[in-house]
């Protein structure tokens, strides 16, 4: 059984910093492609990063060179580094395969960025 576990989220003021993790179980992050996406209040959930089996990066325009997607295979864990944060990184986010499948979605970690 997959189990993804968010975390890492808060409440940071804009341009300040915050690291997500997601730990894997059931799944090895490593052999598939992942990523993080985040649904803010009223709009629909969206991809952020991606982080292809081979190590291959994409990141969504609007988080280009702000956000640093990363994978430990040790620890069969994803992170993304959040730096430069804007009231509109707002959102809760989720780490998934990519394309991400249904059953797969974890809690969520709420990240907050207040002006």
């Known amino acids: 059984q997959v189990q993804l576990v968010e975390s890492g989220g808060g409440l940071v003021q804009a341009g300040g910093s915050l690291r997500l993790s997601c730990a894997a179980s059931?799944?090895?992050?490593?052999?598939?492609?992942v990523g993080w996406f985040r649904q803010a209040p009223g709009k629909e959930r969206e991809g952020v990063a991606r982080?292809?089996?081979?190590?291959?990066?994409s990141y969504a325009e609007s988080v280009k060179g702000r956000f640093t997607i990363s994978r430990d295979s040790a620890k069969n864990t994803l992170y993304l580094q959040m730096n430069s944060l804007q009231p509109e990184d707002t959102a809760v986010y989720y780490c998934?395969?990519?394309?991400?499948?249904?059953?797969?979605w974890g809690q969520g970690t709420q990240v907050t960025v207040s002006s």
């Open positions: 982080i292809s089996s081979p190590g291959f990066i």
């Open positions: 059931g799944f090895t992050l490593g052999d598939y492609a």
């Open positions: 998934n395969g990519w394309p991400p499948r249904d059953d797969y």
